[in-house]
């Protein structure tokens, strides 16, 4: 069955602090996704990538950055976090439309 | 942009009881529909998928899809306690293979 990691699983930061979020997935899939989750709003898209080096905006990018650097890694990057991105961070990978995901990463900023 | 809204929010049903839920979406040129759960703490999980017009059955879920009226509905006959999750519709685009997600249905079987 599809794997995908996530570290860290739990991020206490300051506003204005900058923080990483890491995935990796053991697929070999071609497609991953960073998600925020919040009450009410359900899954947000914020970046995705179709292959290593390959980058696409989502729905809710502003604030945030991505890098794909092997086609198992994905990073998501607040350089100057704020509280109105605390929230459950997901990462998906996908191939033929279903989506594996992570455990998820809950970061709370102060 | 697609519009993908599912109904109801919540529904708290007693176990055995059949469970519908129901989706719909905007944009006819959808690729696929799929059917996630998640449990609290925990990421989505697919359950199932249709491609094609009509249903599809997979043991206890059925899943219809009426491309006409843009409307795909997920049903799970014998409901159990362990059944209780959120329930996610998600639609994938055939132009750019995009997937966007309903808000969920939030699904409590009491035993």
């Known amino acids: 069955e599809a794997a995908v990691t996530q570290s860290p699983r739990n991020k206490v930061t300051v506003t204005g602090g900058n923080v990483t979020l890491s995935c990796r997935q053991t697929?070999?899939?071609?497609?991953m996704y960073w998600y925020r989750q919040d009450t009410g709003h359900g899954l947000r898209l914020i970046h995705y990538?179709?292959?290593?080096?390959?980058?696409q905006i989502g729905d809710v990018p502003d604030g945030y950055k991505a890098t794909r650097t092997t086609q198992e890694d994905f990073f998501l990057l607040l350089e100057l976090a704020s509280p109105s991105q605390t929230s459950l961070y997901f990462c998906?990978?996908?191939?033929?439309?279903?989506?594996?995901f992570g455990p998820g990463t809950r970061l709370t900023v102060l | 942009q697609e519009k993908v809204q599912q109904s109801p929010e919540s529904l708290i049903v007693p176990e055995g009881a059949m469970v519908s839920l129901n989706c719909s979406f905007s944009d006819s040129a959808s690729q696929s529909i799929w059917w996630y759960q998640q449990h609290p703490g925990k990421g989505p999980k697919a359950l199932i998928?249709?491609?094609?017009?009509g249903n599809k059955k997979e043991g206890r879920l059925t899943v219809y899809l009426n491309r006409a009226s843009l409307h795909v509905s997920l049903h799970i006959k014998d409901s159990q306690p362990s059944d209780s999750a959120v329930y996610l519709c998600?639609?994938?685009?055939?132009?750019?293979?995009?997937?966007?997600f309903g808000d969920g249905t939030q699904l409590v079987v009491k035993p």
């Open positions: 998906a990978s996908s191939e033929l439309g279903e989506q594996f």
């Open positions: 998928s249709i491609f094609s017009n």
């Open positions: 990538s179709y292959g290593a080096g390959n980058l």
């Open positions: 697929n070999s899939h071609n497609y």
């Open positions: 998600a639609v994938i685009l055939n132009s750019n293979n995009r997937i966007f």
